[in-house]
């Protein structure tokens, strides 16, 4: 039998988790045995609790996971094999508005930040979900303990958004110097390096570093 919390918070009439357990509680009181009185046999009830935990269990994914706005990550048409998509770096930028990396202090805020994490991770396909899991995780160590390599980890992910959208000259040698010292900084993590990597190789920038260093 189909979950029917399911699938109303796929249709987007149930759009939080409070909302989720507000529905539950009405209809519990419409089945729960020790309400309906003697002969109840809470068949009903046991069946509506399991579908409700189960919703619950996967709210996220039922939320986000199967709207029909969600961004395909296709890339645009005579764009080089493996170039990211506009939609990407816009969502990569609307993950960092959303305080990326975090971890949400309440409902709302979750809603918000997992529903941009997700639009990304859905922009920038398989290949790059891993590595960005991965640098999300370093950098959530990382503001942890206050490193300081944070700030410059997250302005070099700002700088490569606006490099894919305005191809400035002078900005590609600051990003260049930046990713070459990112790299040779031992708090960075290979999650971030590898992320950040791709994404600046995306972009035509790196094949230097990375030439440099066979060279050596």
């Known amino acids: 039998m189909a979950n029917r919390f399911a699938r109303r918070i796929r249709s987007g009439e149930i759009e939080s988790i409070e909302e989720l357990k507000s529905e539950f509680k009405s209809l519990a ?29 996967d709210f996220m994914r039922h939320r986000f996971g199967a709207r029909g706005s969600a961004p395909s990550g296709r890339v645009p048409a005579g764009a ?18 959303r305080g990326f990396p975090k971890v949400p202090r309440h409902e709302k805020e ?39 390599a944070l700030n410059p980890a997250l302005a070099l992910l700002r700088n490569l958004i606006e490099y894919a959208h305005d191809r400035l000259p002078a900005m590609r040698t600051h990003i260049l110097l930046s990713l ?10 290979r999650g971030y390096r590898d992320f950040a990597s791709v994404l600046a190789l995306e972009l035509g920038i790196g094949g230097e570093i990375d030439a440099a260093s066979e060279e050596h």
């Open 29 to 57: 009181k419409l089945s729960h045995p020790d309400l309906l009185g003697p002969g109840a046999s809470g068949e009903d009830f046991a069946r509506l609790r399991g579908e409700y935990e189960s919703a619950l269990r």
């Open 80 to 97: 080089r094999p493996g170039a990211l998509s506009d939609d990407a770096w816009a969502c990569l930028a609307l993950l960092l508005k």
């Open 110 to 148: 979750a809603l918000r930040y997992e529903y941009a994490r997700w639009r990304l991770a859905e922009a920038v396909g398989p290949a790059l979900r891993g590595a960005l899991s991965a640098c999300e995780a370093e950098l959530l160590d990382l503001k942890a303990r206050r490193s300081g």
């Open 180 to 189: 070459g010292a990112l790299r040779a900084d031992p708090r960075i993590g």
